[in-house]
């Protein structure tokens, strides 16, 4: 009992046992404010993949594509586990405003818009026809011209703030998409003669994923266009991946893993077919798997700042160890007293714990509120920032990023406690078990008062 | 002297201290015995090893050598958690310094033995009693209105007492007193003075270093010590 009231006094009564609270809640603000957003801007972006990519995708990097898509496709449409499935062109080429020198090179998506809507968010990411995707390739202004969806930074700036100046309708733009049909084999398709394809397509829409790199670099066509344009739809029609969404409640991992075993038995069934050597360089690979070097960037940035704030929480411990090492020296008197009356060492140990055990809580007590509160403010705070001083955390124009992350996580807030307490038993614990050695006599000599 | 009625037995206590290279010898074979309800006053000049030896006998010090025997039973062969309990339950201390915690009340730091030598939850179950005969001590030793005081707002007289009812809060059979009036003038020592005659006729065993010798006769036996030598 004496140790609850010893140490509730210590922290009440001497100044000192402030500061070490104070240092403690200051590293809690900290750690709770900037791994609140940059685990918030990691979801953030993880979700904006996931969304943009589906859960799976059967797909290769080769810019010749796959054949016998669509039976495998057909084939994944009647799996129970699966919700939709969307094949997909991929390829690169040129694209430039009719009439116009200046092209500019751009990453060309072929997609049926409603398949693909199904599997991954493609109809939320359009913003006239995000009601209607199936009309996604008809320009408002003539609905029987070719239509394509432009990635929005390609078509669009935004302001200081983030926000795109949209017209009411789209406006009437010609645009001439050029690409370079391939073989099968890798070949130039028109080698000798014209070695390109080109058409022209009309704005119909924009779409912002969020993800800087897609909406900045691709252009939505309609599947069949992009595959003519491609060279993939000759006798033996090929395509570039295939997107698929599976069922609420499918574990991912084993969802990929069914998927993977139907391309198994689906490569030997086409054993011998006509361009069948393109089906080994496919790879069946989650969204995570599939944009891995994106995401990688980041969460290694994730992992350079966890890091980095493992150095603050070392600094705290330096901290409260320095506090406590002055606090216990200044309390050997007590010690002495204590022992004197028959307090244990162990327990005199226990009751510098108690006290350390009391600052690691009400720091990050107020840590944690103080973090709170300003994390629920950050965004008016950046406005106000910006308004008053023109200061932005991230610029807008610049980074395809929204609010500012402001949602506290529960397990890292938890996990942020536990090593906060932590630090303070871990500083507190090597001076009070050195005081806690000493012999009474020596507490007490007149030359430790 | 029979045997049967010595509380306290010293024999042949060697203390040094280092100092620097060389080694101080404090205290060079020291024999002492104190029967039960003696009041015993160890005197010496400054430096004689008198503080030395009394905290030898309390076991708040180790000796380099020789036995400290509490009713017979020799105090160098208990355990640690013994020697905590033996110094909770056997002995009270009163030092010239006072040595109250500056953060528990007068009545606090009166009770701090009762709470030191019990779990929470015996604490529960005695703190009533504990409480009670905290406040009684007080009010025996003239500090009933002090008992919510903090140490510092109370006078060196005043300390002290607080400090004597501290030492019996867990009725020790032995007081241990280090030059209990060395800090205080000589009105309020000589009240102190008269706390110890009266715990001493109700029964109390008392061995108090001094080195004052008007102090000193106020005691039963005075024991005077020597370059470490009882003389």
Partial sequence: ?449 | MSNNNLILEAEQIYKSYPMGLAKVEVLKGVDLAVRRGEFVAIVGASGSGKSTLLHILGVLDKPDSGVVKFDGQDLSRLGSSQLNKFRNKKVGFVFQFYHLLDELTVLENVFLPVMAGASVIGWLGRSGWAKKRAKELLEQLGLGKRAEHKPYQLSGGERQRAAIARALMNEPELLLADEPTGNLDSVTGNGILEVFERLHRGGQTIVMVTHDERVAKRADRIITLTDGKIA
């Fill in chain 1, 1 to 449: 009992m004496y140790k609850f009231i010893l140490a509730i006094r210590y922290l009440v009564k001497r100044r000192i046992s402030w500061l070490a609270l104070v240092a403690v809640a200051l590293c809690v603000f900290i750690v709770i404010v900037v791994m609140t957003v940059m685990t918030g801007l990691v979801r953030d972006f993880k979700e904006k993949n996931h969304e943009f990519t589906g859960d799976c995708v059967v797909g290769t990097e080769s810019l010749t594509g796959f054949p016998y898509y669509e039976d495998f496709s057909k084939e994944l449409g009647e799996e129970d586990f699966i919700e939709a499935v969307s094949p997909v062109i991929k390829s690169y080429g040129l694209v430039s405003a009719a009439h116009s020198q200046r092209s500019i090179g751009v990453e060309i998506v072929g997609i049926d818009p409603v398949s693909f809507s199904r599997a991954t968010n493609f109809a939320q990411t359009l913003h006239y026809r995000s009601a209607n995707a199936a009309k996604a390739f008809e320009p408002e202004y003539d609905p029987n011209l070719p239509g394509c969806v432009l990635g929005i930074d390609l078509l669009l700036n935004r302001d200081a703030r983030g926000k795109y100046l949209f017209e009411p309708r789209p406006s009437r733009t010609a645009l001439e998409v050029t690409c370079f049909p391939l073989t099968a084999k890798g070949a130039l398709a028109k080698a000798g003669t014209d070695v390109v394809n080109t058409k022209t397509f009309y704005f119909s829409d924009v779409s912002q994923s969020g993800l800087a790199r897609v909406d900045s670099d691709v252009v939505y066509l309609p599947f069949e266009q992009a595959q003519v344009l491609c060279g993939m739809a000759g006798a033996v029609k090929r395509d570039g991946a295939i997107h698929i969404k599976f069922r609420p409640g499918m574990n991912l991992e084993r969802g990929c893993d069914k998927v993977r075993t139907m391309w198994q038995k689906f490569v030997e069934s086409k054993a011998g077919a006509e361009s069948a050597q393109l089906l080994k360089q496919v790879r069946v690979e989650s969204w995570k798997e599939y944009r891995r070097e994106t995401i990688a960037a980041m969460e290694k940035e994730q992992v350079i700042v966890t890091f980095m704030f493992a150095l603050v929480g070392l600094t705290t411990v330096f901290i409260v160890f320095v506090v406590f090492y002055m606090i216990v020296s200044h309390k050997s008197k007590d010690i002495g007293i204590l022992k004197s009356v028959g307090v244990s060492s162990g327990n005199v140990v226990g009751l510098f714990l108690y006290f350390a055990f009391l600052v690691g809580i009400f720091g990050s007590a107020l840590g944690t509120l103080s973090g709170w509160v300003f994390l629920k403010n950050i965004n008016g705070i950046e406005a106000w920032l910006y308004e008053h001083f023109g200061f932005q955390l991230w610029d807008r124009s610049i980074y395809a990023i929204g609010a500012i992350p402001d949602q506290i996580s529960a397990k890292v807030l938890a996990v942020i406690i536990i090593c906060a307490i932590a630090a303070c038993l871990a500083g507190a614990f090597l001076p009070s078990r050195r005081a806690s050695r000493m012999e009474p006599v020596e507490s007490l000599q007149v030359s430790q008062l």
